[in-house]
């Protein structure tokens, strides 16, 4: 119980610290959010739409930074994360909520891919030592996980789109397909989603491949692994009951980081696919001083990296009793 109440305090002083940065780094930037409007919109734009606008993100020159901070906080309760200036007059939650999707779909799921396939194959390369399968496929993905996102995106549009002509270039989907919910929408979708996925797996899987096969070599030299084969117990219940399951305890925390950054994209990845993700807004939102945009979104990943942190340390407390006894 002290364990999970230290990482329950953790959560709350860091959400407050990241909440409060939040709320300086824009104002620190120079000019403002009235500034990028006018510039937008080249000077044509109403004083009302300005004055909404400042209300709205909690800028008001009359009141004092604490005023603004308080208000700031109080639109944060109430879920109100002000207007987006790039998409005008468009609210920054009805912005994301078009982007989330796309990137959760993508990178939740090429995240999980790439976690569970190089779980896998780091287990069997450490169970079986020196064998074939740990002479190649580790070595082959640690190789390609050191290439960028942007790179490895290029070489599959120029051999799969270009050239095989096996999938589509670009895009979430098809302009001619209705977005309603069909089967040959959600085919489009996925079809659209092969070649970005495939680059996400391809240059993330190297990383548990390998920091799982040199935790498994460890947990294998562990006594309590060479008495459950001194018992005469089968390997595929010493390989996974006994070894895999203390040594992927380490690699929770960094798969629930993963899991966290799904929120921001793969920004390359999603620029190079020119997928409508939360990447591809947040590089539209710099480029257009978009400041409630970009304050959202960063808020946004940083609320999602410390529940999924929190998370990984509940659970690694309960898989793993030992946690609980240090604290």
């Known amino acids: 119980m002290t364990y999970l109440l230290r990482r329950l305090e953790f959560f709350v002083v860091t959400l407050w610290a990241a909440l409060t940065l939040n709320f300086i780094l824009p104002r620190l930037l120079p000019g403002g959010p009235e500034v990028a409007l006018r510039t937008r919109f080249h000077g044509r734009v109403n004083p009302a739409a300005i004055k909404s606008l400042e209300v709205a993100l909690g800028v008001n020159n009359n009141d004092s930074p604490f005023q603004q901070y308080l208000s700031y906080l109080g639109n944060l309760l109430h879920g109100d994360f002000g207007v987006s200036i790039g998409f005008f007059p468009k609210h920054v939650v009805d912005v994301i909520m078009l982007a989330l999707p796309w990137t959760v779909g993508l990178v939740g799921m090429a995240t999980v891919i790439a976690f569970v396939l190089g779980t896998l194959i780091g287990i069997v390369s450490a169970w079986r030592r020196g064998g074939v399968l740990d002479s190649v496929l580790p070595s082959i993905f640690v190789v390609t996980s050191a290439f960028p996102y942007f790179w490895i995106g290029l070489i599959c549009i120029y051999v799969f789109s270009i050239t095989l002509g096996w999938f589509p270039q670009a895009f979430g989907s098809s302009s001619e397909v209705s977005s309603e919910w069909s089967w040959t929408y959600i085919s489009d979708v996925l079809v659209h989603s092969i070649l970005p996925a495939f680059t996400i797996v391809l240059t993330s899987i190297g990383g548990w491949v390998l920091t799982m096969r040199n935790n498994m070599i460890t947990t294998l030299a562990e006594d309590y692994v060479k008495m459950a084969r001194a018992k005469g117990l089968s390997p595929a219940r010493i390989m996974f009951h006994y070894a895999a399951r203390n040594a992927i305890l380490p690699n929770l925390v960094g798969f629930a980081m993963s899991l966290g950054f799904v929120i921001s994209g793969a920004l390359l990845v999603e620029i190079v696919f020119n997928y409508p993700g939360l990447g591809t807004f947040l590089r539209q939102a710099v480029n257009n001083e978009d400041f409630p945009l970009m304050q959202s979104l960063f808020l946004l990943i940083t609320l999602a990296v410390l529940l999924a942190v ?17 604290a």
């Open 310 to 326: 929190t998370a990984a340390d509940f659970l690694t407390a309960w898989l793993d009793p030992r946690t609980r006894e240090r």
